[in-house]
């Protein structure tokens, strides 16, 4: 073998400066290395703690439309509340109209007619407030909007129906404001069947 082919072999001083180059690259790469990591920890802290930022501020807005919403349903409760009060004090004076009207003679056509006018003028300005009068006459006793002052014994009409009015009852937007008093058909006891008739014979 010619000593041409031989590879150089590096001095001494070489290898050692070469060893100590990539032993410097490593710890510069090493270095980076925790420095991507120590970047990557606080991004990663960083979203979490936008997320939980993003999350507190969704539940505060949740919270902020649900006091809006309460806080409008209360007024309304307030505002209807206030409008019945309103309403119950005028009806006293429609009885007034209506009793007016009907002990009126045939002899003051015009005072009566002044009063229908007026009564009339009260009762539609009522109506677009939204009170609506309570079905009696023919209806079936409801003691939910019926209040009976008199009872009548009698088999010319259904059992609990509605006979006559005495007091007007009127609703506020779907709500009782005062129960009609009304006068009611009762059957007599004689012409109620027993309650053992009225159960289904065994079959035999």
């Known amino acids: ?85 309103l309403l119950a004090k005028l009806l006293p004076v429609v009885d007034g109209f209506e009793r007016a009207l009907a002990s009126a003679t045939n002899n003051t056509d015009d005072y009566r007619k002044g009063i229908e006018l007026i009564y009339k003028q009260l009762t539609d300005i009522l109506a677009r407030a939204g009170l609506e009068r309570i079905e009696t006459f023919g209806q079936a006793f409801d003691p939910l909007v019926h209040h009976a002052i008199e009872r009548v014994e009698t088999t010319d009409y259904p059992d609990h129906q509605v006979l006559g009015e005495l007091q007007a009852g009127y609703r506020f937007k779907n709500e009782l404001v005062r129960p009609a008093l009304v006068r009611v058909a009762v059957h007599p006891a004689g012409n109620a069947k027993p309650a053992e008739e009225s159960k289904s014979e065994p079959v035999t």
């Open 1 to 85: 073998m010619n000593d041409e082919t031989k590879p150089e072999v590096p001095a001494p001083e070489t290898r050692a400066e070469v060893a100590a180059e990539e032993a410097g690259v490593d710890y510069e790469v090493r270095k980076l290395q925790a420095q991507i990591d120590s970047l990557n920890e606080r991004l990663k802290k960083l979203e979490e703690e936008k997320q939980a930022v993003f999350a507190q501020l969704v539940r505060r807005q949740a919270d902020h439309e649900n006091f809006r919403k309460r806080a409008e349903k209360e007024k309304q409760a307030f505002r209807q509340k206030a409008e019945i009060e």
